[in-house]
C-alpha cells in the first residue's frame, strides 16, 4: 500500500524555522495538503495543494513540493505551534493517505 | 460557518457493526466538487483516511478496509452515515468527519470527533 513518510519527530528554538518533510512516490504527480493538530483537539488545515494557504493560517506557514518530497516550513516559530503534523496525499488510484505524523517541539 | 457532528455509540462490542453519524451545516452535499470524509485515530497514532462520499455519489475506501466499510448520505437531514462492520479491538479510535472543500480539493472542517472503544 502506498506511504506518506515523515520524520518523527523536530524540534526547534522559538524565533528559529522549522522543516516538516513528507516523501512519498506519488507526490510528482498528487498534490500535498498539511494538517496541524493539537492535544485532544481536531485537526486543522494549515497548507492545501502544496502550497496555498487556507484563510486564517498566520503567513509564517509556508509550503513547497519538490519531486517526491513536500515541506512544510514555520518560520519564526512560536510556541503556540508545537502540535503534531500530518501530510496527506493521494496515490494514482486517488486514494487518500495520511502520513505517520511529525511531533514539533518548541524548545 | 460549516460545522460538523459526529454520533454514535462509544462502545461495540467485537464483531459488531459500528454505525455513525455524520451531521453537518454550512454546505450542501448537492454542490459540486464537494464531499464528506471519515478519518479514524487510534489512541496516541496517527491519522488513517476511512472512507469520502462526492456530490455525485462517487465513493471511496480505503484499500485496507475496503471490505468492511459502506458510506451513505442522506442530503435531506444533511447527514452522512459510515457502517463499519466486523469490528474488532484495533477498530478502537477516534473517528471524525470532516468537509471536502471544492476550492481547497482537502479536508477543511471537521468535527469534533467520536470516540469508539472495541471491547467485550
Known amino acids: 500500500s502506498y506511504e506518506l513518510t515523515q520524520p518523527p519527530s523536530v524540534s526547534v528554538s522559538p524565533g528559529q524555522t522549522a522543516r516538516i518533510t513528507c516523501s512519498g512516490d506519488?507526490?510528482?504527480?498528487?498534490?500535498g495538503y498539511w494538517y496541524q493538530q493539537k492535544p485532544g483537539q481536531a485537526p486543522v488545515l494549515v497548507m492545501y495543494?502544496?502550497?496555498e494557504r487556507p484563510s486564517g493560517i498566520p503567513e509564517r506557514f509556508s509550503g513547497s513540493s519538490s519531486g517526491t518530497i513536500v515541506t512544510l516550513t514555520i518560520s519564526g516559530v512560536q510556541a503556540e505551534d508545537e502540535a503534531d503534523y500530518y501530510c496527506?496525499?493521494?496515490?494514482?488510484?486517488?486514494?487518500?493517505?495520511f502520513g505517520g505524523g511529525t511531533k514539533l517541539t518548541v524548545l | 460557518q460549516i460545522t460538523l457532528k459526529e454520533s454514535g455509540p462509544t462502545l461495540v462490542k467485537p464483531k459488531e457493526t459500528l454505525t455513525l453519524t455524520c451531521t453537518f451545516s454550512?454546505?450542501?452535499?448537492?454542490?459540486?466538487?464537494?464531499?464528506v470524509g471519515w478519518i479514524r485515530q487510534p489512541p496516541g497514532k496517527a491519522l488513517e483516511w476511512v472512507a469520502l462520499?462526492?456530490?455525485?455519489?462517487?465513493?471511496r475506501y480505503s484499500p485496507s478496509l475496503r471490505n468492511r466499510v459502506s458510506i451513505t448520505k442522506d442530503t435531506s437531514k444533511n447527514q452522512v452515515v459510515l457502517i463499519m462492520t466486523d469490528m474488532e479491538p484495533v477498530d478502537t479510535a477516534t473517528y471524525y468527519c470532516?468537509?471536502?472543500?471544492?476550492?481547497?480539493?482537502?479536508?477543511?472542517?471537521w468535527g469534533q470527533g467520536t470516540l469508539v472503544t472495541v471491547s467485550s
Open positions: 506519488a507526490l510528482p504527480k498528487q498534490y
Open positions: 462520499l462526492f456530490w455525485n455519489d462517487d465513493k
Open positions: 495543494k502544496d502550497s
Open positions: 454550512g454546505f450542501s452535499l448537492s454542490s459540486d466538487g464537494v464531499g
Open positions: 496527506q496525499s493521494a496515490d494514482t488510484s486517488f486514494n487518500w493517505v
Open positions: 470532516a468537509h471536502r472543500g471544492l476550492r481547497t480539493s482537502s479536508f477543511d472542517s
